[in-house]
């Protein structure tokens, strides 16, 4: 190979890397989550996961998002990430559903596949998936929520996450 082919080798691998590059740091977080707010980052994370995972993903979201402050907002976004990462990782599954609604002093998002479910601790062989819930229950813990898996009896797996939300002061 000529000294110019050997460049443009090394100048396309260059311009990947930067995209990958790209790709994680917004993965990690969106600039829309800052700009549009969780509601807006969640469409756009199951829209992405949907054509990179090849995952049916449908999503109902309450129209006023609750007041969760930029912590909050983003540990919600990466434990909605994970689950999505993992589903396509071990369910087998095709669809998708995640629900993201308000109940009164609570915020409750409820993740649902078609799948297999993830399998148990024991069956795993991959030392990083030792316990494919830990990270999971982990954040939980670090956001103050609950977190509940049930293997549904129609197939599939659904994760619940309730977070608690500040009370709101009495109007008048």
Same mark, same amino acid.
């Given at each position: 190979?000529?000294?110019?082919?050997?460049?443009?080798?090394?100048?396309?691998?260059l311009?990947?890397?930067?995209?990958?590059?790209? =790709?994680? $740091?917004? @993965? #990690?977080?969106?600039?829309?989550? /800052? &700009?549009?707010?969780?509601?807006?980052?969640?469409?756009?994370?199951?829209?992405?996961?949907?054509?990179?995972l090849?995952l049916?993903?449908?999503?109902?979201?309450?129209?006023?998002?609750?007041p969760?402050?930029?912590r909050?907002a983003?540990a919600?976004?990466?434990?909605?990430?994970?689950?999505?990462?993992?589903?396509a990782?071990?369910?087998?599954?095709?669809h998708?559903?995640?629900?993201?609604? =308000?109940? $009164?002093? @609570? #915020?409750?998002?409820?993740?649902r /596949? &078609?799948?297999q479910?993830?399998?148990?601790a024991?069956?795993?062989?991959?030392?990083?998936?030792a316990?494919?819930t830990?990270?999971?229950?982990?954040?939980?813990?670090?956001?103050g929520a609950?977190?509940?898996?049930?293997?549904?009896?129609?197939?599939?797996?659904?994760?619940?996450?309730?977070?608690?939300?500040?009370?709101?002061?009495?109007?008048?």
């Amino acid at each position: 190979p000529t000294q110019r082919a050997q460049v443009a080798t090394m100048l396309e691998s260059l311009d990947e890397a930067v995209s990958t590059v790209r =790709r994680i $740091a917004t @993965e #990690l977080r969106p600039l829309m989550l /800052d &700009d549009l707010g969780l509601n807006a980052a969640i469409e756009w994370l199951a829209r992405e996961s949907s054509q990179r995972l090849g995952l049916s993903i449908r999503i109902q979201l309450d129209e006023v998002e609750p007041p969760l402050g930029e912590r909050r907002a983003i540990a919600l976004y990466r434990t909605l990430q994970d689950a999505l990462a993992r589903i396509a990782r071990h369910a087998d599954a095709r669809h998708v559903d995640i629900q993201m609604l =308000r109940r $009164a002093h @609570e #915020l409750i998002l409820c993740v649902r /596949d &078609d799948g297999q479910g993830w399998p148990d601790a024991a069956t795993v062989g991959d030392a990083d998936d030792a316990d494919l819930t830990l990270g999971l229950r982990q954040q939980a813990r670090l956001l103050g929520a609950r977190l509940r898996f049930d293997t549904l009896p129609q197939g599939g797996r659904r994760m619940t996450l309730r977070l608690p939300l500040p009370r709101e002061p009495d109007a008048g």
